[in-house]
């Protein structure tokens, strides 16, 4: 399975977070499945950790890089076709880091792991 994982999926993986569903904690730890972070993820959380919303063990440009590596997950970089496809997508998601990971999910065939009920209301596939 190639699955791309949501902010909070990646957030609760590295700190065993209990909202971590079975289910994606099963997907995450089959070495078999190739799992992506996106970009937009990262943004992400620079953008919450530099306005005190989120608190990590050390700056983000060391954690996230530290956390990719220890758990082998790949980056999933932003193509001007993912930003661009945002437009196609209906406004059931306001958030434009969720609708870029809808947008990539679609357009590079990934599941999708996200506890998100509104992403799940999109032509996407999820697993929670």
Not at 35 to 41: E, I, N, Q, R, T
Not at 45 to 69: D, H, M, N, T, W
Not at 82 to 97: N, S, T
């Amino acid at each position: 399975m190639r699955a791309l994982l949501d902010t909070h999926a990646f957030l609760w993986w590295n700190t065993d977070d209990p909202r971590l569903s079975p289910t994606a904690r099963e997907v995450i730890a089959d070495g078999r499945n190739e799992l992506y972070l996106s970009v937009a993820s990262a943004w992400e959380i620079a953008i919450k950790a530099a306005r005190g919303s989120l608190i990590l063990p050390e700056p983000p440009e060391q954690y996230v890089p530290s956390r990719l590596r220890l758990h082998r997950l790949s980056v999933l970089a932003i193509q001007l076709r993912h930003a661009l496809h945002v437009y196609d997508l209906p406004m059931i998601h306001r958030d434009p880091f969720d609708r870029l990971l809808i947008a990539q999910s679609r357009l590079e065939d990934l599941v999708l792991l996200t506890t998100d009920p509104d992403i799940r209301r999109y032509d996407v596939n999820v697993v929670w």
